[in-house]
């Protein structure tokens, strides 16, 4: 697949008469990270909805695999778009590979590709110990690593959609630092296979480590775009979250880190 | 962890299984009650071979009254699955949205205003056919109050449920207090339940139903396990969520308006049977439907059979035995509350 996965041009969003997007363009390129951060209210999840295909641009275009947003069928936006929520609402007593088995739906791939794709994916996520608990018994960041699971099955293969996109909202928020960690790495390797991944991160120097591309958002309008250790400036981080952040480099590598 | 871990490879048999004891015990229903029969009888009945005293017994009053039992259970257990995949919450029974209160408000105008008029259609009586309409027209009510720009509100319908299930007793209230005596007796009566008065034609008006509305649901399977994620996850899976609820809630509406239409309020097997079948078999609606149908009509048979022959010759309604089973059934679901993932 050739061209862009994603591509928003000059894309406005208004809700209840508030403009939550403003003129906003945005290409996404296979095997991209991508993170997105900004202050609360600036759009971030208003982005994330829109790409998902639950908000409609006000003005301006959207295309997902070259097609534009008001020719998205369900089953075409769910071959190609795998959205990993925030908290997940589940409370009947699915086992972890059936939750993982469910993010197969939208496919007649028939049950042995499905068995092969939830192995993989329950392997990517260090899940395979755990497949036959009770999904409500898991902990916090079990449950999430299920969920991450699930919708990587969905997008698991090329060949059910050439052009695949990922959205995270805050992946890691409910994950210890060895999680987080191995959460980053099992998506920089998904992203490896040709998927775009579009992700809301709050902390930067996660999205330092493992985004190659930051966008910053603040008052609905992109403010920054580019390699995420060259967006974050002290200046940046002052308009985003009007905070005063130290950036230091790491001694050995050079990455920048940033402390509040 | 779950009792039955490879449902797929047992499938077939755990089916069986459920359709050998559903034989049983509609074999245990025929034989029991006022009067009761051996196998031998039976087998008389069944080659043609026995008196005519038995095959009127068998024939004309047992055998469509245990039918009628197995189908009205089954048709309640299913609409009690769906209602729970739908509201997303195990403790949801089909009564929430209102149809059992609109039935018994229906059920009520037919007794008290309508009393003089004599007219049935396919062998359901006015009453029935006032029940099946003021169940119907709750829910109606109630889906219109919770539909709104952004698709179909659960939390609204729930709230209009209750709503509208308080406005419908005021109004049952309202002509229990205009009613004589008799009709009292029977409106009490007709909201405990009972099998009694059943024929063939009911028999097979509630086959058609209960096969259609079971096949319609099962359809929605993958759907109605996606729709356990979440509204906006089942959406990202591909699923039309706005089209799955309506297709559910008249699923729902049809069912249960003709289950108590025939059978009165029969309370518990609709909540409690799908739980049960959970536990054993996990959430997965292509097992949890069809193995729900099987155990309420097991559950609603065996009750029948005890509400006939426990007093016999006189008859419990079955929807007293069934709340007097069901509500400890319950009560012991409830301490496994983390088990059955209704939520801390």
């Not at chain 1, 969003?13 to 209210?41: F, H, M, W, Y």
């Not at chain 1, 972890?96 to 994916?121: W, Y």
Request: proline share 4%; glycine share 10%; hydrophobic share 50%.
């Amino acid at each position: 697949m050739a061209g862009p996965i994603l591509e928003l041009q000059q894309v406005s969003v208004t809700l209840d008469q508030v403009e939550c997007l403003r003129k906003l363009s945005l290409v996404l390129q296979p095997g991209e990270v991508t993170a997105i951060t900004g202050p609360n209210g600036a759009g971030k999840t208003t982005l994330l909805r829109l790409i998902a295909g639950e908000l409609r641009a006000s003005t301006g275009q959207v295309h997902l695999a070259g097609r534009i947003q008001s020719e998205w069928s369900l089953s075409f936006r769910a071959k190609h778009v795998a959205v990993l929520p925030q908290v997940s609402a589940l409370n009947f007593p699915f086992t972890v590979e059936e939750v993982v088995a469910l993010g197969r739906s939208p496919h007649s791939t028939g049950s042995q590709v499905d068995a092969e794709i939830v192995d993989a994916a329950l392997a990517a996520m260090d899940m395979t110990h755990l497949r036959r608990r009770l999904y409500p018994h898991l902990s916090g960041g079990e449950k999430q690593r299920t969920q991450l699971a699930r919708v990587m099955a969905q997008i698991w293969r090329r060949e059910d959609a050439p052009a695949r996109l990922l959205l995270l909202d805050e992946p890691t928020a409910s994950l210890d630092l060895g999680h987080q960690q191995q959460l980053m790495m099992a998506v920089r390797d998904f992203a490896a296979q040709g998927v775009a991944v579009l992700m809301v991160l709050h902390d930067l120097n996660l999205a330092l480590g493992f985004a190659d591309r930051l966008l910053a958002v603040h008052k609905g309008e992109l403010v920054a775009d580019g390699p995420a250790t060259q967006v974050i400036t002290s200046e940046l981080l002052q308009l985003l979250f009007g905070a005063s952040a130290e950036l230091f480099h790491h001694p050995r590598t050079g990455r920048p880190l940033v402390l509040l | 962890m779950r009792p039955l871990n490879h449902i797929a490879q047992i499938w077939p048999v755990l089916l069986l299984a459920a359709g050998l004891v559903l034989l049983a015990s509609v074999v245990a229903s025929l034989c029991f009650g006022a009067l009761t029969f051996t196998p031998t009888d039976l087998w008389a009945w069944l080659t043609g071979r026995a008196d005519a005293q038995t095959q009127l017994i068998l024939g004309q009053l047992r055998l469509p009254r245990t039918l009628l039992a197995a189908l009205v259970g089954g048709l309640l257990a299913i609409c009690g699955t769906a209602t729970q995949g739908l509201f997303r919450n195990s403790l949801a029974d089909p009564s929430l949205i209102g149809v059992s209160a609109g039935a018994a408000a229906g059920a009520s105008v037919a007794i008290v205003l309508l009393r003089d008029v004599q007219w049935s259609l396919w062998g359901l009586s006015l009453v029935s056919l006032g029940a099946f309409a003021g169940g119907l027209l709750v829910v109606l009510l109630v889906y219109r109050l919770a539909r709104g720009a952004s698709g179909t509100s659960v939390v609204t319908m729930l709230l209009g449920g209750m709503a509208f299930t308080f406005l419908a007793g005021a109004f049952t209230s309202l002509l229990e207090f205009m009613a004589d005596n008799d009709m009292l007796r029977r409106m009490s009566l007709w909201r405990m339940g009972g099998l009694d008065g059943a024929d063939f034609v009911r028999v097979g008006l509630l086959a058609v139903v209960t096969t259609g509305i079971a096949a319609l649901l099962l359809r929605q399977r993958q759907a109605l396990n996606a729709l356990l994620l979440g509204e906006s996850e089942a959406r990202h899976l591909g699923v039309d969520v706005q089209c799955l609820q309506r297709r559910v809630i008249v699923c729902v509406a049809l069912g249960m308006g003709v289950a108590v239409a025939t059978a009165g309020t029969i309370a518990f097997i609709g909540l409690v049977v799908p739980h049960m079948v959970r536990m054993l078999v996990g959430p997965d609606h292509r097992y949890v439907l069809p193995l729900s149908g099987c155990v309420g009509a097991i559950l609603l048979v065996l009750a029948d059979t005890f509400a006939r022959s426990v007093m016999a010759p006189t008859e419990l309604p079955v929807g007293l035995v069934t709340a007097f089973i069901g509500a400890p059934v319950f009560i012991s679901l409830l301490r496994q509350r983390r088990y059955l993932g209704i939520g801390s």
